[in-house]
């Protein structure tokens, strides 16, 4: 009972010290990785409450710490572009990167300023020089830094050229007729999100209807 009630208690202390883990991390950006930021208060608190537990481990164990603001405007833009699955992009220096937002298409340059975008299902599209990668996106988030370098997260992400239009239309046609013959309001949802899905992909391949 007491050991319970000591990693409760510890819980509870390791809970409120997040914020002042978070301040701690950010204020000690420049740290090697490897190397958890954890305050003295908590390290002592936890040592009285769990004497016989060692001390949890921290997500900035196990992160490396990110780059400072330049002083000046980088010329290119560092793009990590993550699946659930995989990597498809990491730390890749572009051009510029156009994303999905739902505000609208919105444009990333070395430079933007500090910015959090939900994505909606449509075109992104990474420009490096004269080459163009483009993908079609489900939804997600992307994530600009001040550094320089965008943080883009998306549930599915498939390259364009790998959508076959004739498909595409096929799909457009069929969930439309789905919407209308839907039988009640959660089938009239789920045929009205996969209009709108072929919709944007047939937007994206610059297909006609």
């Not at 990110?66 to 405007?73: A, E, F, G, Y």
């Not at 560092?78 to 999905?100: R, S």
């Not at 500090?114 to 299902?121: G, Y």
Request: hydrophobic share 45%; charged share 20%; aromatic share 8%.
């Amino acid at each position: 009972m007491l050991v319970r009630q000591g990693l409760r208690s510890g819980l509870r202390t390791w809970a409120a010290c997040r914020p002042l883990l978070a301040r701690s991390y950010a204020a000690e950006a420049e740290a090697p990785a490897a190397q958890a930021v954890v305050p003295e208060k908590f390290k002592e608190d936890w040592k009285k409450i769990a004497p016989n537990y060692d001390l949890p481990h921290f997500p900035s164990e196990y992160m490396n710490a990110r780059p400072s603001v330049p002083s000046t405007l980088p010329a290119k833009l560092t793009v990590n572009f993550v699946l659930p699955h995989q990597f498809e992009m990491q730390a890749k220096e572009v051009d510029m990167v156009i994303v999905p937002a739902t505000s609208g298409q919105m444009g990333v340059l070395p430079g933007h300023v500090p910015t959090i975008a939900e994505l909606k299902p449509g075109l992104m599209s990474v420009h490096e020089g004269s080459d163009v990668k483009q993908y079609f996106v489900s939804s997600g988030f992307a994530f600009v830094h001040a550094n320089s370098v965008a943080d883009i997260v998306a549930i599915e992400a498939v390259s364009l050229d790998k959508f076959d239009p004739e498909e595409v239309k096929k799909g457009v046609q069929e969930y439309t007729q789905k919407v209308a013959n839907a039988k009640d309001d959660l089938e009239r949802a789920e045929a009205q999100i996969g209009l709108e899905v072929h919709s944007a992909l047939q937007a994206a391949l610059g297909v006609s209807a």
